[in-house]
């Protein structure tokens, strides 16, 4: 008998999971679901638009879904046109590989002003999602402040920081390219809660963060340490390395380019000063005490008209499905959350790891599926495809993303890649839906 497994969300977790039950089973038949026409999650509208090397690894889940033994389900949502217990009763085995999707609040005085963006709702908007691209964030100046000391801080800054020349070779849409330029700002800060060697982004981002053409980064070296003692043991050579680059960036001068990024670490937001929309940041200097941020009475105000938070995610709840605690993922022991229902990526273990920590993550819950897959008494794609038919779905296959894509990259001329379709109604146009 055919043994069917539904993956909900089409971003790394789930592609390298349906390659590693394809590995191993290459007869069970793997129908992936996800919200939007187009595929690849986060590799399409998470990753930078300048980081186009990393996005390449689409070419790596293109393999897998031509396979004859793959079907996609795009633009159905599970929660809405689909229920997590519909798919169980038609496939052997679900798993929820759909991320982590809600942006953070600060929870400080203002923070719901307008003027303050998530940063999935920004980086969203600058990759082209449908859900974000009508977001027109007013990137107000004379500063932005980017909260968080992690890697999509950093990208958060990047794409802000760069020029038009420098994302050319990007998918970065028109409009997100002239609403940056348009921006008056000439200061960016980004701003760590706790010291440098606390820091959570990684060495490559930090160094890209110095090669940026017209936005000099810069550090107050009284911040940085004598002596690097990172948290972890294990972490001790890259913090050094960390701080390291930092130091570099204390010799810059804070003229030596039109804008400039300040990097401050021991700061901590308290408070958004309105009172109609952001008009600055009240920021508490902090001291580490046991490796926690502890105001130290100091504050001082930043002049910023934008705020973007970059501070993690929480999960969105699916009926049905538990979250963890934490709220940051779904609750589940080693990817499973209850009979014949998994999760892989963020959705299993919170919104941590870089694309390919999904590869061996994914295939670790892969085996854990294969081993309890029942024999196959179940309808699958067959029976999905009839009840989102019943109910009037416009499902997009893999053909039909295959239009988008084709009308993306003819749209653009070299050396763009591709000029993304944004708006929901236009994606489903664009393939005929
Ligand atoms: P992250 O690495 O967990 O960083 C979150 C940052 O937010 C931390 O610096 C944290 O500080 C800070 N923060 C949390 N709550 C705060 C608050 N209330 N006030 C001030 N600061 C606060 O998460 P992320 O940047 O969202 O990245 C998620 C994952 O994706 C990471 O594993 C990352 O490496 C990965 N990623 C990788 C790339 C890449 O490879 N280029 C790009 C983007 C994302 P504390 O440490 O003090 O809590």
Request: charged residues 25%; contains cysteine.
């Given at each position: ?22 590995k ?18 986060l ?85 082209g ?36 020349d ?41 160094r890209e963060?110095g ?18 003692e990172?948290d ?36 901590s ?5 309105g ?30 008209g934008?705020i ?32 014949r229902l ?59 993303w ?16 591709r ?15």
């Amino acid at each position: 008998m055919t043994r069917h497994v539904a993956i909900v969300g089409s971003g790394p977790a789930g592609f390298y999971a349906a390659e590693a039950i394809f590995k191993k089973a290459p007869e069970v038949r793997i129908d992936m679901i996800d919200r939007l026409p187009t595929p690849y999650g986060l590799v399409r509208s998470g990753v930078a638009p300048d980081h186009q090397g990393t996005k390449n690894v689409w070419r790596v889940f293109d393999r897998t879904a031509r396979r004859d033994t793959f079907r996609y389900f795009g633009h159905v949502e599970v929660g809405r046109d689909v229920s997590v217990e519909e798919l169980l009763a038609r496939y052997d085995a679900v798993v929820l590989a759909v991320g982590v999707t809600v942006d953070r609040r600060l929870g400080i005085p203002g923070d719901d002003l307008p003027g303050v963006y998530g940063s999935r709702a920004l980086s969203g908007w600058y990759n082209g999602h449908p859900d974000f691209s009508g977001l027109e964030p007013e990137l107000r100046g004379p500063g932005i402040a980017v909260i968080g000391n992690g890697n999509v801080a950093v990208d958060v800054v990047r794409v802000l920081s760069r020029e038009p020349d420098e994302m050319i070779k990007t998918d970065i849409p028109r409009y997100a390219l002239d609403a940056i330029e348009r921006s008056d700002y000439s200061e960016l800060y980004m701003l760590g809660r706790r010291g440098p060697s606390q820091a959570s982004f990684t060495t490559a981002e930090l160094r890209e963060l110095g090669e940026m053409t017209r936005t000099v980064a810069l550090v107050d070296p009284a911040q940085l340490p004598e002596v690097v003692e990172a948290d972890d043991p294990k972490h001790q050579k890259k913090m050094e390395k960390i701080v390291e680059t930092l130091r570099s960036y204390s010799q810059n001068a804070p003229d030596a380019k039109p804008q400039r990024l300040h990097l401050r670490f021991f700061a901590s937001p308290v408070r958004v000063i309105g009172p109609d929309r952001v008009r600055g940041l009240e920021v508490a200097v902090t001291e580490l005490r046991d490796g926690r941020a502890v105001a130290t009475g100091e504050t001082y105000v930043l002049e910023v008209g934008t705020i973007v938070t970059a501070i993690g995610y929480g999960a969105t709840p699916l009926e049905g499905v538990p979250l963890a605690a934490s709220g940051t993922s779904f609750a589940n022991v080693d990817g499973k959350i209850a009979d014949r229902l998994w999760a892989v990526g963020w959705a299993k273990r919170g919104p941590s790891g870089v694309i390919a920590t999904n590869r061996g993550d994914s295939a670790e819950v892969a085996d854990r599926v294969l081993a309890e897959l029942s024999d196959g008494a179940r309808g699958g794609g067959d029976a999905l495809g009839a009840l989102l038919a019943e109910r009037g779905a416009r499902v997009v296959s893999y053909d039909d993303w295959l239009a988008i894509d084709e009308k993306e990259r003819a749209a653009a001329s070299e050396p763009t890649p591709r000029v993304k379709i944004t708006s929901m109604d236009a994606l489903l146009a664009a393939c005929g839906r």
